[in-house]
């Protein structure tokens, strides 16, 4: 039997962070996110005035993340007409682009403001996964990556982060944590000590895959494009990313960018 549930390095857990909007407290945000070890996505909009006087030095300032859209204005997507929300969508691409030397094809959902209509629009824009604000409360991979649903806000995070770290070993609690915020919350010391003992607490295990948002993505549908034969023994990846699967719930198997790997059992 041959399951999806291991990732990089034969890793069955998985940790990410996601910040809305682009604030200069990014910046110590992910000297924290560097300290410990783990990754974010942010997800900025290119018309405000902080982005504008930071364009320069932006591409340093989230090296080792992930730069994602956000919409150029914040507005309400589900209030816009179509085309003006392509419109949105296209924009933020274009300047994030420029700055992050990528094709930023992630996003958030600006106020997390969603429907049937905006995933169709966003679709249509390239992007692949846009992030709700709608607490899990639980450790759950999405259904739909268009309405990929975060744990919890870091505000609540701690006690779910304690429950993730006590369970790492367990196969029924979930692989994936998520937590989200904006850095302009973190708006005096108590806040900031908080934050880091909230990082502290999920960093340095082994057995976890600290990923940005779109790592996770691409190893997922790298992971899905799998050719498995009906045998389970000739295993092909058409992929550009190495993909691991568990095969009996004990054998642990890479099979490498490109390549075909045959079993003999």
């Keep these: 039997m041959i399951q999806f549930n291991v990732f990089p390095g034969g890793k069955k857990k998985i940790v990410t962070f996601s910040y809305d909007d682009g604030h200069p407290n990014d910046v110590r945000l992910i000297k924290i996110f560097n300290k410990y070890g783990v990754k974010g996505t942010f997800h900025l909009n290119d018309e405000r005035a902080d982005f504008k006087a930071r364009k320069d030095v932006l591409s340093e300032i989230y090296a080792g993340h992930e ?3 956000h919409t150029s204005r914040h507005g309400w997507p589900s209030n816009m007409p179509k085309a003006s929300l392509i419109n949105e ?6 300047a994030l682009e ?9 996003m958030s959902y600006p106020s997390g403001d969603f429907s049937p209509e905006v995933e ?10 846009s992030r709700t604000t709608v607490a899990t409360m639980n450790f759950s991979f999405p259904k739909n990556f268009l309405e990929w649903h975060p744990t919890c806000h870091h505000n609540a995070a701690m006690p ?40 502290a607490t999920v960093a340095g295990n082994e057995k976890i895959w ?14 899905r494009a799998l ?17 691991w ?14 390549k075909t790997v045959v079993l003999d059992k």
């Design 120 to 129: 169709e629009a966003l679709s249509a824009c390239g992007i692949v996964y």
């Design 160 to 199: 779910l982060c304690e429950r993730f770290m006590a369970s790492v070993d367990s196969e029924w609690s979930g692989p994936l944590l998520y937590i989200w915020g904006h850095a302009h919350e973190l708006r005096c010391e108590d806040d900031w000590t908080y934050i880091e003992k909230l990082v």
């Design 98 to 106: 420029e700055v992050a030397g990528y094709n930023t094809v992630g």
């Design 89 to 94: 969508i296209f924009e933020n691409r274009k």
């Design 227 to 243: 050719r498995v034969s009906a045998d389970e023994k000739i295993l092909y990846n058409p992929s550009a990313i190495d993909v």
């Design 210 to 223: 600290y990923a940005t948002n779109i790592e996770i993505y691409d190893y997922k549908m790298a992971q």
């Design 67 to 69: 730069i994602s859209c």
């Design 245 to 258: 699967v568990e095969k009996n719930k004990s054998d642990i198997i890479c099979i490498p960018a490109g």
